[in-house]
């Protein structure tokens, strides 16, 4: 079964990967062994070693810093074959290098080549739990790349209820995603879009949190816009419900001590509108009206003979929106790309993401990456938690989202896109 939070299936059945997202035989390709960064389904990149490799089925077999394994889509995957020799002459950035016809946008003419920033590098600093970066340069880059995506939306094939594709492919950053995990989907274009890579929040998301009316900037052609939905008291009993119901790994939840713990604790950031008015001493007699006189959605203790204060859902899902209707699809117009190989530097990414003295040793994912001294200003101040840290697993050595390397090869060679997509 598909584990919350997982990057792909384990199953037997292979994603398709259409043209413009697979990996080109000349490209980097991870073997058994190798130091990656994968993007995980929260829009962040998770140091890993490749333990197993399936060119059949396009994805690798990765082992986290917490000993956790996923497999991973080749597309969610940075390596290099070589990065050792990439450390050693990174002192001043990634080198990962690019036609300006292949960037995603297109690198313009003018751009300075002493300062240019790739893509990834900018989402590699500005991404965050809780929301990327709203002030300084790497902010204003990253909405200036976000006006276009790297694939095109119209080529994605979805399911009848528009929440997963079968590319697994989502967002500004192309990786994978689960719908119910913290992701807004977009009113206009349907795609769905990572916490981590939104600049528009103002509070964190819970799990399964819906009550957005969100537009991306793709649509916008700026900054994204949201508007917080009106909710009942009954759609925060079952989004509290749902949220902890994730995070503890627990059905039933004690009311006095768990239920109306979180919600008073978590006032502010519920950003509830008309109900956030509401006293403290009357939240208690409105959530527990809202979880027992609401039988198809929620089921007490006393009902499986259990303690009365116990309150779980009737079935693990997230709240339904009031007017539940799906977002129409808009066909978003992204021009092919077209490279000619050459074998020349056209543009090199100078970027303070990259300058690792050290690469961690093959095999020794426990230890901790030394950091150039010169790149410990451009941390992130929050480290978010491993993967298997965010579903509730046992705790692992620390996070390198803040320190990301972006382990390509010295060409991004772009596929042909199909003229028919």
């Known amino acids: 079964p598909r584990q919350e939070g997982a990057l792909t299936s384990t199953s037997s ?3 398709w990967i259409p ?47 917490d000993n956790s394994e996923f497999w991973v889509l080749r597309k969610d995957i940075h390596s290099s074959l070589n990065m050792e020799l990439l450390c050693h002459y990174c002192h001043s950035g990634c080198l990962s290098c690019y036609h300006p016809e292949c960037h995603t946008p297109t690198i313009e003419p003018e751009a300075d080549s002493d300062s240019w920033i790739c893509r990834q590098c900018v989402f590699a600093v500005a991404t965050k739990r809780g929301g990327a970066l709203k ?52 009113g206009s274009c349907g795609q769905w879009f990572h916490e981590a890579c939104t600049q528009c929040l103002t509070k964190p998301l819970l799990y399964g949190d819906r009550f957005y009316q969100f537009q991306c900037s ?19 009993a079952h989004l509290v419900l749902y949220h902890l119901s994730l995070c503890c790994k627990r059905k039933y939840f004690d009311f006095d001590h768990e239920i109306l713990s979180f919600t008073n604790e978590n006032w502010d950031s519920l950003l509830l509108g008309a109900l956030s008015d509401t006293p403290r001493q009357d939240r208690c007699h409105n959530l527990l009206n809202a ?48 490279c000619v190989y050459a ?50 697993e046992r705790s692992g050595p620390q996070h390198l989202s803040d320190i990301f390397f972006p382990f390509s090869s010295f060409f991004l060679k772009c596929s042909q896109v199909n003229s028919s997509l």
């Open 13 to 15: 059945s292979s994603p």
């Open 19 to 65: 043209p413009f997202l697979s990996v080109s035989p000349s490209h980097s390709i991870s073997v058994e062994g190798d130091d990656v960064l994968a993007r995980w389904s929260d829009g962040l990149l998770y140091l890993g070693n490749v333990k197993r490799v399936s060119a059949f089925k396009q994805c690798c077999l990765v082992r986290f810093e």
């Open 135 to 186: 002030r300084g340069r790497f902010a204003r880059l990253m909405q200036f790349m976000k006006l276009r995506l790297p694939y095109q939306l119209s080529s994605l094939d979805w399911d009848p209820q528009h929440l997963t594709n079968q590319q697994q492919c989502y967002c500004y950053c192309a990786g994978p995603g689960e719908w119910n995990l913290k992701m807004l989907q977009c």
């Open 218 to 236: 793709v649509c916008t052609k700026g900054p994204e816009t949201i508007q917080r939905l009106p909710m009942t008291w009954v759609d925060l």
């Open 291 to 338: 979880l027992n006189s609401h039988k198809d959605r929620f089921v007490s203790g006393k009902e499986i003979k259990k303690k009365k204060c116990l309150f779980g859902l009737q079935v693990r899902a997230p709240p339904p929106l009031t007017s539940d209707s799906h977002a129409n699809k808009l066909n978003i117009a992204l021009g092919d790309c077209k």
């Open 343 to 392: 074998s020349i530097l056209i543009l090199v990414c100078f970027a303070p993401t990259s300058a690792l003295c050290h690469c961690p040793a093959r095999g020794e994912l426990g230890g901790q990456s030394r950091v150039n001294q010169s790149v410990a200003s451009w941390r992130h101040r929050s480290v978010p938690l491993s993967p298997a840290q965010e579903k509730g």
